[in-house]
């Protein structure tokens, strides 16, 4: 999802620097809590990253292909690490 934010950013299909930035240090602390496997603070943190997603197409920051596709994707993985804890969960986090 980094990448995408940096391509979407390239392409100027998020039109904010501050809306990038902050889009890539969530992702960024994610990417910390997987490495980690604190799998319920990964999920805590896609919730915060969908939220703030939503805020910037209410704002226009983002167009609403670039939600819908970050949206989905922070959707799956939020998906996918929820099914890890319930399958794992003896796993410390």
């Not at 969530?26 to 805020?55: C, D």
């Amino acid at each position: 999802m980094k990448d995408l934010v940096e391509l979407y950013t390239k392409q100027g299909a998020i039109n904010n620097a501050s809306a990038s930035l902050i889009s890539a240090i969530h992702l960024t602390a994610l990417e910390q809590f997987e490495n980690a496997g604190n799998a319920e603070k990964m999920v805590k943190y896609l919730e915060s990253f969908k939220t703030v997603l939503s805020h910037y197409r209410q704002q226009g920051v983002v167009t609403s292909s670039v939600y819908n596709r970050l949206n989905g994707d922070a959707n799956l993985f939020a998906e996918y690490v929820e099914l890890e804890i319930t399958k794992y969960p003896f796993v410390a986090r």
